[in-house]
Structure formats: C-alpha cells, structure tokens
C-alpha cells in the first residue's frame, strides 16, 4: 500500500496488498452479480418480446373495414361492439380513450334497436348516469333508493340489448354495457375513425415472450422474477457481502473493528 | 378464477350496512381510525419527549448506543415512507410493471450502499454527508454545497411525504387536503424538534412495528377472504396478477356464490396484460424509462444524505453492515408486500360502479374495498401515517444538521456553543418543516415520482462524491468541485423544465427534454457524468494532500 510517507494511494481497482486485492474481487464480483441479475433480465426481456395481440384484436381488425363501411354483418357488428367494450372495461384506459370507445359503443348499441326503443334506451342511460352522480352525496334511504333505481336499469338496458349483442347475461360483458352507453348517439366522427383502430392497438397488442407466458407459482414468470426474486438476492447478496468482508477484514486487517 | 367466501345473499346484508359507507371511501369523519391515529401520535410525542436530545452527540448520532437490530428497524423505518408505504403500489396499480421499477430500485440500491458505503462512511467517522464532504475533498465550498444540496434533497423528500400525510389526514378526518397537511407537519415538526435523531430512532424501532404489522395483517385477510394462497400472501398474490392478464370472464355464479367487493359490486375485468407486462405501450412507459427510473433509484439511495447518516449510529463497522443486512430485510417485507395491494386494488375497483381512485390511496381503498375491519383499515392509515412521520423525522434532522452543523457551525459561527448548536438546529428544522408544507399542498405529482427527484438529485451530486471519495485517493478537490458542479447544473436543468410545465410554459426541446432528462430519473446520465468529470479533472489536477490519503489508507481500508 505504501512505500513512504509520500506514496499513499488508495484506488480500488489497483490494490497493493493482499486485502485489497481480496477485498476488490469480493466487490467487483457482487457488483456484477448485482447488474446482471437486474439489468441483464430485464434486457432479455427487451431481446425476446414480440408485439403480442390478444385476440380481441385480432377480431376487430378483420370487422373494421366493413363496420366502417357500413357493410358488416349482425355477427360482425356484435364482434365489434364486444371488442370495444373488452377495451373499455380496462382500468387503464385514459378519459379521452374512454370516451372515443363510447362513441364507438353507442353507436353501434342504437343501431341494433328501433327508434322507439332508442328513446327508452336513451332514458335508460340518462336515469343510470343521474343516479351515479347522486350516489356519491347520498346517505341512508336515499342511497338505498338509487341502488335499487341502478340496480333496475341496468337490468333493463341488459335485457333490451344483451341478446342483439351477443353477450350472456352474467358475462363481464354485460356488466360493463351499461356504463359504456351515451345517453344519445351523434354517430362516429372523422377523428373518432381515424383514433379508434389506434386506440385498440394501443390497448389490445403487448411485449410478450416466453419469460412473460410461462407461470411459476402462479406468475407470470417475468414478473416474479422482478418482484420477488430480485429482492431475496438483494437480500442475500448483502448478507454474503457483511460475512465474506468481515472474514477478510479479520484475517488481514490487526483493527478492523 | 377462486372461490369467493360471501354469498350473494349474505351479502344484502353488508351493503345495507354500509349504505353510507360507499360515500365514505373518501371525505367523511371515521371515528377508528381518528382513535388509532391520535393514540399512534401521542405515542410518538411522548417517546420522542422522554428520549430528547441532551446534547449535539445525541441529536446528530443518537449517542451511537443503538443494536444492529434496532438499527436496521430504524433504517427500515426512516426508509420505509409515505412512497413505500402509499405511493410504491400506487405506481404499480396506474403503471402495472414499470412500477415495479421503484420496487427494484429502492431495494436493490442497498446492495451498493452495503458493498460500496456502510462499512467505510462508519469508518471515516464523520456525524454528516456535508462533514464528511467537506472533510474529505478538504473544501469549506464544496462542505457548503454539500449541505445546501443536502437541504435540497431532503427537502425534495420530504413533500411527498406531506403529501402522502395530508391524503390519509384528509381521508381519516374528513377535512380538506389543506388542513391535513398543515396539522400533519404541525406535528411531526413538533416532536422532532422536541427528540432530535435519538427519539427518533427510539421511534423508528415503534414505527416500524406499526408499519409493518399495519401493511401485513389486511394482505392476509384479502388473500384469505378472497381465496387465495393466505399462509404467505407474498407468493399467495400471483395468481391474481395471472387472473388479472388473463380477466375474469365472467362473475362467478356457481354455486350462487360471486366476486364481489365490499359494496357488493361483482367484479368485471376484461383481460388486462397490460397491467403486467413490460413496459405495455397502454400504459406510456417505455423499457428506457424503466431502466433510467430503476437505476436513478438505485444509485440515489447510496446517495442520500438521511440514509447515509443512518450508518454514523452504530457502535462498529461490522454493525453499520449488519444494520444495513437488517435494514433491506426489514424493508423488503414490506415491498414484497405492496404488489399486494395494486393487484388487489385492480381487481376490487374494477366495477365500473366505483369509478376513478386515486392511485396514491389505493392501499387504503383496496382494504375498504375488500371489506377489511374498519379498526384495521384505520390501522393501515395510521401505518402510512408512521411511514410519512418517520421518515420525515430523518430528513428534518439531516436537514437541520447540515444547516446547523456544516453551514452554520462550520462556516459562518465555529465558536458556536453547543446549545446554540442545537438552537440553530430546531430552527433550521421548523423553517425547512413550514417551506415543505407550503410545496406540499401544490400537489405537483405523485408521491413516488416525487420522492423519485431528491434520488436522482442525490445521485447526481452526494453519491459521486462518496463514492470517489472513498475508493480513490486520487480524486481530489478540484475533481470533487468540478463533478459536483456537473450534477447540480444537470439537476437544476432538469428541474428548471419541470418547473416551467407544470406552469404551463413550454422551454426549447422541451419535449426532449421530458422524456429524456424527466426530473423523475435524470441521474441515468446525471450521476455517470459527474464522476467521470470527477476523473478528469483529478487527473488533471494537483493531488489529493497527503494527510487525506494517509487517512484513506490507514483509517478507512486498513
């Protein structure tokens, strides 16, 4: 380490005694552990990922076109209402997003129905949106009055449209529908053509791979690794570090306390 | 999809029970709650009264008579925060993966404290950063910049604690965000003037059981409820996360039994992979920004001031190691913990019925929504509470101690009387406590993203420092000036951008700006720059004196 009292230099990649040597291995090689273990999974996760669709959009795009056109068939137009309403029903979609699927959905929801029934429809959903915003101030009698008027619109709006939808009555479909409808339908605008088919990529096509697919201990294997993993080797990573430096230090260092 | 323990008809029972309760997620008086939490913080006063500060020793370093266990749960406390505790599953229920960046980055940054900081910050023998700073690059600057910096930081640290404070404040008593955050700081500034670190510490070692009990008991109780893997919901959570990719196709009749919340809204999830995949497009992070955000975590926590003074109060080297082993476990329980909640959160709030939650009280709402006892969903507010009020006791006293210690003492008054040492101290504190109040109630972003700015500051700035500082004598006071220098102007770059969006200006590249330099994580470039600046110049440079490298070889790694 020293030669004279004008040579003391420490650097630890360049140690001069057997300690530091030790001591540089010891952390060189935890370090390294330590990166590889985060970064190295995490860019392996970048390597294989593959821009996965589910296969809600898988159906949507082969109903677009002809939804857009005006040509689709009844089957087509349930399999486009019901991949709207599969987005829709994802928490993580921003209000703007939301609200471009709800055009998409009324849409298509008042045009399975006559005119008569749009205007039921329509007071329907004006009756469900009041009781909701009325549910967050109410107490008592009054709330259970509006679960009660909640309970049985929605229950008609299911039951006008579930069957022209194509959904089962206890799907998660269904229980999303009537939150999803406009109380009236302006029908699509240029921009909310042109934004929906973004939107459902957006929301449908995901970075999977084999370390995302496959489960362990009910995981997906990806996010176990990260969540769990990682931390227990921290863990150990740091308790292996205090007992092999508190071995070297004794072995080599006279007050290494 | 599980077996669901409340019958439909067992349920018409709760929801009449709790009509009103639905309003009451958020905005009403909820009496268990108030109870627990006043009892939680008389309790804290008194601690921190009966183990006050008698001298500076004591208020800097806790008189150095704390055991390696005490230690790590005083570690773990000061570390465990409002953004641990609140805002950790909040970023995982609004980001779904890329929160777990702040999982991964503010545990596995210990593994760099540990291997490259305890041992010798404990060995050098200094009570602050700006001391050993100052001492060791041998500049009364670069000690006032330090202490500036590190006021900075902990400053930044501390606002989204108040604002972690003032939303359980707010949600336990009914009052506005406003008056929560007033009367929350009110208090924790009180009792910390009152004790200094060594209640502190006598608090942390109670907060954190507080903290931990209050954030494990309703993850057993949720995963129980709602059947799934209860004897270790750590691991129990994964199916879940996979119910969650995949969704719930449909409530589950069978049986005439459903999954329902405690409102007696069934669960409707459509697939949602984007919650757990990485960096999902649906979510606006990209794998660039979760490696930026994880690696600015990771090297600010080997960075900050309030951690690194954790390692001054043990007895011994080996201590200020095993303190730090003890301290990741004691931390890590609860951040296996917390995915718990997000998962949860996400599949109890996904009735359409239950609208926009915000994210950073998700814990709590999870718990509610889970139909969790209300004395423990008070508890578990209180728990946020104790992980705010303990960490911002630390940064306070690192505040106040590199105000009255390495501003004052050191530079403007060095014949300063201990008293007045100690005077200046709780001064500085309440100044810095009423400054963070008034920033606290701007709500500028969310408590982790927050938090995430003092990090990337740290790293920019006081890790460089350590870092160099120890490992190489070469790296002098030109070096350390020049490297800090780097940091501080990346760091104010930064925040100066940050500072004009959100008053709706726009600077020139602002967006680049944004999304490459974003105030939540410019230390991916920030901290790299300011040492190899600190090279450089070094190298450049006249060497380090002599006594500093003699110290260095015979003290520090002999």
């Given at each position: 380490m020293k030669t004279n009292d004008n040579e003391y230099h420490f650097n630890l990649f360049k140690p001069t005694t057997e300690h530091g040597r030790r001591n540089r291995n010891i952390i060189v090689t935890m370090i390294l552990i330590w990166a590889v273990a985060v970064f190295g999974f995490q860019l392996l996760l970048v390597i294989l990922q593959k821009p996965t669709p589910e296969k809600t959009y898988i159906t949507f795009e082969s109903v677009w076109d002809k939804v857009k056109s005006g040509n689709a068939s009844v089957t087509e137009n349930q399999d486009y209402i019901k991949a709207l309403i599969a987005v829709y029903g994802k928490s993580s979609v921003k209000k703007d997003k939301k609200e471009i699927l709800r055009h998409g959905i009324t849409t298509a929801a008042y045009g399975m129905v006559s005119d008569s029934e749009k205007v039921v429809l329509s007071g329907y959903v004006l009756t469900l949106r009041d009781a909701r915003e009325n549910l967050t101030s109410a107490t008592d009698d009054a709330y259970i009055q509006l679960q009660t008027t909640l309970s049985e619109t929605k229950k008609a709006i299911n039951e006008m449209l579930d069957a022209r939808i194509g959904i089962e009555p206890t799907s998660v479909e269904a229980t999303l529908l009537p939150y999803c409808l406009n109380e009236k339908d302006h029908g699509l605008t240029t921009a909310d053509v042109e934004a929906l088919p973004q939107i459902m990529k957006l929301y449908l096509v995901h970075n999977q791979s084999v370390l995302t697919d496959t489960k362990f201990l009910g995981f997906p294997f990806h996010y176990f690794y990260t969540a769990e993993l990682l931390l227990i080797l921290f863990v150990l990573l740091c308790l292996i570090y205090s007992y092999r430096i508190e071995a070297l230090d004794k072995k080599y260092l006279t007050n290494h306390n | 999809m599980k077996k669901i323990f409340l019958t439909l008809s067992i349920l018409s029972f709760p929801i009449l029970v709790n009509a009103a309760s639905l309003t009451q997620l958020e905005g009403s008086f909820k009496v268990e709650p108030a109870i627990i939490l006043i009892a939680m913080l008389v309790t804290f006063v008194a601690v921190g009264v009966i183990h006050r500060a008698k001298d500076t020793t004591d208020y800097y370093a806790a008189g150095r008579k704390i055991?390696?266990?005490?230690?790590?749960?005083?570690?773990?406390s000061n570390w465990m925060s409002a953004a641990s505790f609140l805002g950790m599953a909040g970023m995982m229920y609004g980001f779904g993966y890329n929160g777990l960046a702040y999982v991964v980055g503010w545990t596995g940054g210990y593994v760099l404290l540990m291997v490259l900081m305890a041992g010798q910050i404990r060995k050098y023998g200094k009570f602050t950063a700006p001391d050993f700073i100052g001492d060791r690059y041998y500049s009364q600057g670069l000690r006032g910049a330090a202490a500036v910096f590190t006021i900075l930081i902990s400053f930044a640290y501390c606002v989204g604690q108040f604002g972690g404070v003032g939303l359980m404040f707010k949600w336990i008593l009914g009052i506005n965000y406003t008056w929560s955050v007033i009367i929350g700081g009110s208090v924790v500034i009180l009792y910390t003037m009152l004790s200094g670190m060594i209640g502190a510490t006598k608090n942390m070692v109670i907060q954190y059981m507080i903290i931990i009990v209050a954030f494990l008991i309703p993850t057993f109780i949720l995963t129980y409820k709602f059947d799934y893997f209860w004897l270790l919901p750590q691991?129990?959570?994964?199916?879940?996360?996979?119910?969650?990719?995949?969704?719930?196709?449909?409530?589950?009749?069978?049986?005439?039994?459903?999954?329902?919340?405690?409102?007696?809204?069934?669960?409707?999830?459509?697939?949602?992979?984007?919650?757990?995949?990485?960096?999902?497009?649906a979510t606006g992070s990209t794998a660039f920004q979760w490696f930026a955000i994880c690696f600015s975590l990771m090297v600010g926590t080997a960075g900050l001031p309030h951690v690194l003074q954790r390692f001054y109060v043990t007895p011994t080297i080996r201590d200020a190691r095993l303190s730090c082993v003890w301290g990741l476990f004691f931390i890590s329980l609860l951040y296996w913990s917390a995915p718990i909640y997000s998962v949860f959160g996400k599949l109890l709030s996904s009735n359409p019925e239950v609208g926009n939650l915000a994210s950073d009280a998700i814990v709590v709402y999870t718990a509610q929504l889970g139909d969790v006892n209300p004395l423990i969903v008070g508890l578990l507010a209180a728990g946020a509470i104790s992980a705010a009020f303990s960490t911002i006791s630390g940064l306070l006293v690192a505040g106040s101690s590199a105000f009255s210690h390495d501003i004052y003492v050191k530079i403007i008054n060095p014949k300063a009387s201990p008293k007045m040492q100690l005077n200046v101290a709780r001064i500085g504190l309440v100044f810095m406590g009423v400054i963070v109040s008034s920033v606290a109630l701007m709500n500028l972003g969310m408590i982790a993203q927050l938090v995430s700015v003092a990090f990337s500051m740290a790293a920019c700035t006081i890790f460089p420092l350590f870092l160099l500082g120890i490992w190489w004598s070469g790296s002098n006071r030109a070096g350390g000036t020049a490297g800090m220098t780097v940091g501080i102007l990346i760091s104010l770059f930064s925040l100066t951008y940050f500072i004009v969006e959100k008053s709706g200006g726009a600077l020139p590249g602002q967006e680049f700006v944004g999304y490459w330099l974003n105030v939540w994580y410019f230390a991916w470039i920030g901290a790299p720059l300011a040492i190899i600046t600190n090279i450089v110049v070094s190298l450049l440079t006249k060497p380090t004196p002599i006594e500093i490298r003699k110290f260095l070889v015979e003290k520090v790694h002999n």
């Open positions: - | 055991s390696v266990v005490s230690s790590g749960m005083a570690i773990a691991f129990g959570y994964g199916t879940i996360v996979s119910d969650i990719v995949t969704g719930i196709p449909a409530p589950n009749m069978a049986d005439g039994v459903a999954l329902l919340n405690a409102y007696g809204q069934n669960v409707a999830l459509t697939a949602s992979p984007e919650f757990a995949m990485p960096w999902d497009p």
